[in-house]
């Protein structure tokens, strides 16, 4: 491999400290260019390091420690890599615009510097207070020791969740999505050089195989992952599920200029790869009125190299790309898509270089059953359903963010009775927007922690 | 058994025959109707071309391109020369089923001087012999690893302990996703294992890579075997290079390790002696010319691959006991030129062949 020296490589890391393989593979960016050499763990690594992390003496990380780990991952160059360095490769490799990962800079340090607050927002007021002797009092208390990460590639802010995880004293082992092993391995190397305990920290990247044998060694896990992933762990109590977010937004009334404003922007924001971007609209207006106009919008976002500040919709390899688009024709079930015609050059824009930009879809639907709201991939790709409120909420089922258009309260008070629907916004917020303590899929620390009885004589 | 073949079939391990020779004598005495198989000899009545004089040289079996063998349907005892001598006892055994029916072969005394040819490798590699015991986990039953081992850890002078791992089941439990199923099963095995470490002297063993990561997880047998054990002979599956070093270098540094590829047809391919400048950390090396091995471009199987380069693999058996004409197998493979001139090619890298129209479930074994 004469060209190998000028890769950048990514070492595991096991319990902090980083480790050569003798497996390796190399990683193109969606053009083909060859960018990076990853060190890859295989199952037993992963046994190995679930020991090691075990193994230290207890060190849970300060919040203040984690919060300058977020400054470093913002500023410093880590990893050999400059801010600015990391994020080129990091949309180069995972086909997302370079315009994301820039602003996630910013916002992963916020979510660092915010962690020490999530964590005391989520701890039960009862458990809130010190023991005293003589008295039996609650204590906020981790169910187990070792978190494993089975990491995704779609966007760099979805790893600021398992900063929780490491603001409850988890040990963490991380295995990286195939496409990012960039953003957890320089997370890794702030929060180390920020001081928090070597063995809280391993980054191993591998298979499936790798994955299974980290979700057996460790006591928890944390999964992010499609239908697949939900079959494969979902009877596993020990597993925290990350599936899909199915985000919708509910429409009443007439359209507006901010209705199709609120609706776009839930739709395409990051390039449309968020689980909190939207995936189906359902409106009791005339559908084929509101599809025309979002698509109209939609249609302005610019395909363009990953790594070009223009870039605003998903980039993968052209073969990947069309792949994607072909299976989506091959779901209609009889929805139109109503922004193709947009395209004069096709739905998968040529950048020309061996990689193809995903624009748009809009999916006008005839029926609210239609079961493309279920459908959710990876570019901005929005169904369109009509509404009728006798319908109730049946349609809106599972769906990770609720955005009400249209200021009918007494619908989001009743949208809040739907446990499936996990985040209710009433008004013209878009569906990706949170709270600094709000919970995304419910609190986090709550699978991970729990309430003890405690108690002491005088 | 000494008769005109016996300088073919039967040399001396350091003085292996000329390989045309050896197909020459293979061709007389598995169809020849006098001492050939009655499976061969009935089945060259349709051939196109007389085994006995058309086939030459290693290159013309190609002939037997046009000749499908399907060793699961074939009434095993058929296969039995009709010259071996009397006494002579042959065992059945059955492959695990990986990529379909079990497949059958007939073994007297070949595979032993496979496994002797095995030990010799051994014994330049350092492994332990001797002092102390034989653990094989793994298959038995059916399997021929069960003979493989009893012949081993006699010739190194140990008496051999067994715990029993059927593949089938495991590969059934895999292919349902029943996973706590095999976890469950696995766990059974290692009780076992740990009651055969607790009360045993044992020095050596043979498993296969899953087998010892899972030891690897169980504290409780991990620390008996760290403890005790000299050499380990791993095969069944492949085994990727990290995970090598790591059981050689962290799970059992006091222990040698040695690979063994290969499969109820093909025989033992043993690990061969590492040398300097070697490229990869296992090198097989088949039981040439008893065993041939060839690799080819999958996507174009009648182009053999250059040295470093990966291709499937291909295999010939040509022993007193059995017969395979080149058939292609599972498995993919890097080939290397051989180590000090020895005439067969060697082998690294190996691994399940992975093609869109076959899926093949690896399991412990």
């Not at chain 1, 305990?197 to 299974?212: F, I, K, Q, V």
């Not at chain 2, 061969?40 to 079996?61: I, M, Y």
């Not at chain 2, 332990?128 to 986990?137: A, C, D, R």
């Not at chain 2, 002696?273 to 040439?288: E, H, I, L, M, Q």
Request: net charge negative; glycine share 8%.
């Amino acid at each position: 491999m004469a060209e190998a020296k000028d890769l950048h490589e990514i070492p595991l890391i096991r319990a902090g400290l980083p480790r050569h393989s003798v497996e390796r593979a190399e990683l193109a960016g969606v053009d083909g260019t060859l960018l990076a050499l990853v060190h890859l763990a295989p199952p037993l690594l992963a046994r190995l390091t679930v020991a090691d992390a075990r193994a230290g003496a207890e060190r849970t990380p300060e919040p203040e420690r984690i919060a300058a780990a977020g400054e470093l991952f913002e500023t410093a160059t880590l990893n050999g890599l400059s801010p600015q360095a990391y994020c080129e490769l990091q949309s180069r490799v995972a086909g997302v615009p370079v315009a994301v990962a820039r602003h996630s800079l910013r916002d992963v340090a916020e979510t660092f510097a915010g962690v020490g607050a999530r964590f005391l927002a989520e701890r039960p007021t009862g458990a809130s207070a010190a023991p005293v002797p003589g008295e039996i009092s609650t204590v906020w208390t981790r169910r187990g020791d070792v978190l494993a990460v089975i990491a995704p590639s779609n966007n760099p802010g979805t790893h600021t969740q398992w900063l929780t995880a490491l603001a409850c004293g988890y040990r963490l082992v991380v295995r990286p999505g195939t496409r990012d092993p960039f953003t957890p391995a320089r997370m890794i190397a702030a929060l180390l050089d920020a001081g928090v305990a070597p063995h809280y920290l391993s980054l191993l990247p591998g298979s499936h195989a790798t994955g299974d044998a980290l979700v057996e060694a460790a006591d928890l896990s944390l999964v992010f992952g499609g239908d697949a992933a939900a079959r494969r762990y979902g009877e596993d109590r020990r597993v925290i599920l990350r599936g899909p977010g199915r985000s919708k937004l509910l429409h009443t009334g007439e359209i507006t200029e901010q209705t199709v404003d609120v609706i776009c922007r839930s739709v395409g924001y990051d390039a449309g790869m968020r689980c909190t971007n939207a995936t189906a609209v359902f409106t009791d207006a005339d559908p084929a009125a509101l599809a025309a106009a979002v698509a109209e919008r939609l249609a302005r976002l610019t395909p363009a190299p990953p790594q070009s500040p223009d870039a605003q919709v998903p980039v993968l390899p052209l073969a990947e790309a069309r792949a994607l688009r072909e299976h989506l024709e091959g779901r209609l079930e009889g929805a139109v898509d109503v922004a193709a015609k947009l395209y004069p050059e096709g739905p998968v824009a040529d950048l020309g270089d061996g990689s193809g930009a995903l624009r748009p879809a809009v999916l006008l639907c005839d029926r609210p059953d239609h079961p493309g709201a279920r459908i959710e991939l990876s570019f901005p790709c929005v169904w369109i359903l009509p509404w009728r409120r006798e319908q109730g909420f049946g349609p809106l089922r599972d769906t990770l963010a609720l955005t009400i258009l249209g200021g009918d309260e007494p619908l989001a008070r009743e949208a809040l009775r739907e446990r499936s629907i996990r985040k209710v916004l009433l008004g013209p917020i878009p569906t990706y927007q949170a709270g600094r303590t709000s919970p995304h899929d419910g609190y986090l620390s709550h699978d991970l922690m729990e309430a003890r009885a405690f108690g002491t004589s005088v | 058994m000494a008769d005109d073949f016996s300088s073919v079939f039967e040399p001396p391990l350091d003085q292996l025959p000329d390989i045309d020779d050896l197909v020459r004598a293979t061709m007389e005495w598995h169809f020849s109707p006098l001492t050939g198989s009655p499976y061969w000899v009935e089945r060259a009545k349709g051939f196109s071309f007389d085994p006995r004089t058309d086939v030459q040289c290693l290159a013309d079996l190609r002939l037997f391109a046009d000749v499908p063998v399907d060793w699961s349907q074939i009434p095993a005892h058929q296969l039995v020369p009709r010259g071996s001598a009397p006494g002579v006892r042959y065992g059945i055994y059955e492959s695990g089923g990986a990529t379909g029916a079990p497949k059958r072969i007939v073994d007297a005394t070949s595979r032993r001087r496979n496994v002797q040819w095995q030990s010799l490798l051994l014994d330049e590699q350092g492994f332990p012999s001797g002092e102390g015991n034989w653990l094989h986990i793994g298959p038995t039953g059916p399997h021929v690893m069960a003979k493989n081992i009893t012949a081993l850890s006699e010739l190194r002078g140990m008496l051999c302990y067994f715990v029993d791992l059927d593949p089938r089941w495991v590969r059934r439990c895999v292919g349902e996703g029943r996973q706590s199923e095999f976890r469950r099963y696995v766990d059974h095995i290692l009780d076992q294992v740990k009651d055969v470490l607790r009360t045993q002297d044992i020095r050596g063993i043979s498993t296969t890579p899953r087998i010892l990561e899972s030891i690897g997880a169980r504290e409780d047998v991990f620390t008996l075997l760290r403890e005790s054990v000299r050499g380990i002979i791993w095969g069944g599956t492949s085994m990727d290079g990290e995970t090598l070093r790591l059981i050689d270098e962290e799970l059992f540094p006091q222990a040698k390790l040695a690979g063994a590829y290969g499969n109820t047809m093909m025989g033992v391919a043993p690990q061969r002696t590492p040398v300097p400048g070697d490229k990869a950390p296992c090198v097989f090396r088949p039981f040439y010319p008893y065993t041939v091995v060839e690799l080819v471009d999958p996507a174009q199987t009648d182009r053999i691959t250059s040295d470093d380069e990966e291709g499937r693999v291909v295999i010939t058996v040509l022993t007193r006991d059995y017969f395979t004409p080149p058939t292609l197998e599972r498995d993919v493979a890097t080939r290397r030129a051989s180590a000090d001139a020895f005439p067969g090619i060697e082998l690294s890298g190996v691994r399940p062949y992975e093609s869109a129209s076959t899926s093949v479930v690896e399991g412990v074994y």
